[in-house]
């Protein structure tokens, strides 16, 4: 863990993703108490579904005491293998040991250790033996169902278990107090009250909406994303006219879409992975330069990225997009392929955005599509033999592509 995510952990004080300990003695001979204490809270972050929970140890409740970790015992083989053991379904968890340098004075020769848990698709995670022991007040039973409330660890609810059962959200985001159904309304107006419910939707799970982007964070990363609001979308490649060539310059896009997507509107060569409950996840995964009909719009100073777009379809009123954009949610925070492939295109996307803002974009002219090469060139163009037969290519630097540079990269800090 970087030092500066250790930071902000503990600035942020103890919540319902974020537990300090002091110590802890786990594994240690005959401290079972430790142990169980420890297993619990497990327990109950991983019931946070799609969150990302720590638990920081050498670090008081308050945040303001730090203690070196000197318990040996504490490592990720340990954690691993007791976890799988006692816990059904066994958590994603995760031990980090970390000693810094350049740091603050009460940090400086400490050494930490930070659990991480999850995130994971919903469910309900259980205690899977019992720890039993009057004497040290300890009786934590089999299949006991622990859940964060706040900064504490707390028995589940028989309603709160069915919750988790049924994967559903513990928070239960509040569903919108009227349900505006949109078809109700007149095409100028629908997709405005469309785009208000929205973004009360991006605001709730801490996003932010600008200059037509979006920006969610997926577990720790934020990703932006391009986007769209349409009636349909069923026409034959319609997704590919929609996007335009914009996909070349964002980490993704998002489509949402009164009517229907159908399978057709995507263009052939983009993969869908998942069909879900919520709507559609694709990757386009051919590199851009394979498209002679596109190639001369496409900077050849790039990365080679492979942008995704998500699509919710048929949503109807504000309930529908409620629930659909919190499964969407859920989905993409506890599906490890899809982070990965996420993150993968923010971080080349990014490389290459900082790039084109440093050296301009590097774009094809119409002056030349193969063979020949000009007799003069423009002082902003060069001649580029590694496509079909050479092209005249034109060094670029759009204000607008500029500024969609900027808002992609500043939202992804």
């Known amino acids: 863990m970087e030092y500066k995510t250790f930071l902000n952990l503990i600035g942020s004080g103890e919540k319902t993703d974020v537990d300090f300990k002091l110590e802890c003695h786990a594994f240690k001979i005959k401290n079972i108490k430790s142990k169980a204490e420890l297993l619990k809270d497990i327990c109950a972050m991983a019931n946070n579904g799609n969150r990302t929970n720590y638990i920081v140890i050498g670090v008081s409740d308050d945040g303001k005491q730090f203690k070196d970790v000197a318990n040996e015992k504490l490592t990720d083989d340990n954690i691993q293998t007791f976890c799988k053991r006692a816990i059904s379904p066994p958590p994603r968890v995760k031990l980090m040991r970390e000693c810094w340098k350049n740091v603050r004075s009460d940090h400086l020769g400490k050494t930490f250790v930070i659990i991480q848990i999850g995130p994971h698709a919903r469910g309900a995670y259980r205690l899977n033996q019992d720890f039993i022991n009057y004497k040290e007040e300890l009786c934590l039973r089999r299949n006991e169902v622990w859940i964060r409330r706040g900064a504490t660890s707390?028995?589940?609810?028989?309603?709160?278990?069915?919750?988790?059962?049924?994967?559903?959200?513990?928070?239960?985001?509040?569903?919108?107090?009227?349900?505006?159904?949109?078809?109700?309304f007149s095409k100028d107006y629908n997709l405005v009250l469309l785009s208000q419910d929205l973004k009360r939707c991006i605001n709730e799970a801490g996003g932010i909406i600008k200059n037509e982007r979006v920006m969610l964070k997926i577990r720790n990363s934020k990703i932006v994303l391009r986007l769209i609001l349409v009636r349909d979308c069923s026409a034959k490649r319609g997704i590919w006219l929609l996007t335009g060539h914009n996909w070349t310059y964002e980490h993704g896009v998002l489509i949402v879409s009164l009517g229907?997507?159908?399978?057709?509107?995507?263009?052939?060569?983009f993969k869908i992975n998942f069909n879900n409950n919520w709507g559609w996840f694709s990757i386009f995964e051919i590199p851009n330069y394979y498209y002679p009909e596109i190639r001369i719009k496409i900077p050849t100073n790039t990365n080679l990225a492979f942008p995704f777009i998500l699509t919710l379809p048929r949503i109807k009123d504000s309930v529908t997009l409620h629930q659909s954009f919190h499964r969407m949610l859920d989905f993409l925070n506890s599906n490890d392929y899809i982070f990965e492939q996420m993150n993968d295109s923010k971080r080349q996307m990014n490389a290459n955005l900082r790039l084109w803002l440093k050296e301009g974009w590097i774009v094809g002219t119409n002056r030349i599509y193969g063979g020949g090469k000009p007799e003069k060139l423009e002082k902003d163009e060069i001649f580029d033999e590694r496509r079909y037969g050479g092209q005249v290519m034109r060094r670029v630097q759009d204000a607008s592509l500029q500024q969609i540079a900027k808002t992609i990269l500043s939202l992804s800090k």
């Not at 229907?260 to 060569?269: G, L, M, N, V, Y």
Request: proline fraction near 10%; charge should be negative.
């Open 154 to 184: 707390d028995l589940a609810t028989p309603e709160e278990i069915s919750k988790l059962i049924q994967k559903l959200p513990l928070e239960d985001f509040s569903l919108p107090s009227e349900n505006v159904i949109y078809s109700q």
């Open 260 to 269: 229907s997507i159908s399978k057709q509107a995507f263009h052939p060569e």
